[in-house]
């Protein structure tokens, strides 16, 4: 009998045409087109999906201290639109959340008009009837938990925050000329009454806060989403965020990169926001 041995015969496979470095290298328009797929996948993102946001101003503390840098929501609350309705998951508003908007009334800076994103805890929804009695919120006659908002004690009370509505906006140099002219129409038994499509918001360091009482109420369309969590808290002047020289916001980086280990709040990273 006789055996016969399989042998691997080794074949010379053509070479493909042109080098590896040819196949792999892009044209400057390929990579122009790249780069700017990244970049509208990121813009679309932050427009309708999630978007940074940095706490500039004490009015939310204890809840946000300046400095913390939060994940915002943006499909949770966002006014629903038809045509992605059956894909997410939408719903209104509640009392007690912490919301990311538009204030309705536009700030001066450097003599034009700009619109604030603000962040603050939604208190009364259409249809709410709200006073402040001694700092305590009554929302149709029932006394709210203070959860995280600031006590009021004899050394820090003041009458027309913590007896709102009792005494007219009128009368407050920071209360816009607007609202002081519509909040008497608003106001009832002592109430003030929220209308349909608006909120009432108020911060929760409710002596520190710029908020409804003072710029009245929230368009439902001005909401923008919720903050979900708190990515990186870093200690920061309540002051830093008004700075515009280029100087100034560069001595800050330089203060980051130096401080970074010793002034982040690790406590609140990834802190879920109440």
């Known amino acids: 009998m006789t055996t016969k041995t399989a042998r691997a015969v080794k074949t010379s496979t053509p070479a493909p ?3 590896a470095q040819e196949r792999v290298d892009e044209t400057p328009w390929e990579a122009l087109a790249s780069i700017c797929t ?5 813009i679309f993102i932050q427009t309708f999906i999630a978007q940074n946001f940095v706490i500039p101003s004490g009015s939310m503390e204890p809840t946000l201290k300046v400095g913390d840098h939060l994940v915002v ?3 949770t609350l966002a006014p629903p639109a ?7 998951y939408y719903r209104e508003p509640h009392r007690g959340d912490v919301v990311v908007f538009i204030k309705p009334v536009p700030d001066q800076v450097n003599g034009k008009l700009h619109y604030l994103y603000l962040v603050k805890r939604l208190i009364g929804v259409p249809g709410d009837h709200i006073h402040l009695q001694d700092g305590t919120v009554y929302i149709n006659g029932v006394a709210q938990p203070m959860g995280h908002a600031q006590g009021t004690t004899p050394e820090n009370f003041v009458e027309y925050l913590d007896d709102f509505p009792a005494v007219p906006a009128a009368s407050q140099p920071d209360a816009t000329e607007e609202w002081a002219v519509a909040e ?3 106001i009832k038994d002592g109430n003030l009454v929220v209308p349909p499509g608006e909120y009432f918001m108020m911060g ?3 002596h520190n806060s710029l908020d409804s009482r003072y710029w009245g109420f929230v368009p439902r369309a001005n909401i923008v989403g919720r903050p979900l969590f708190n990515y990186w808290s870093f ?3 309540e002051d830093e965020y008004d700075q515009t020289g280029v100087g100034t916001r560069i001595a ?3 203060h980051i990169v130096l401080h970074f280990f010793t002034d982040t709040r690790w406590e609140r990273t990834f802190h879920v926001i109440h």
């Open 235 to 237: 200690k920061t002047p």
């Open 73 to 75: 929501d943006r499909v």
């Open 38 to 42: 990244v970049l509208a996948v990121l």
């Open 17 to 19: 045409s042109g080098s």
């Open 82 to 88: 038809q045509w992605i309705k059956p894909l997410v």
């Open 252 to 254: 800050w980086m330089g």
């Open 184 to 186: 008497p129409n608003y």
């Open 204 to 206: 929760d360091n409710r």
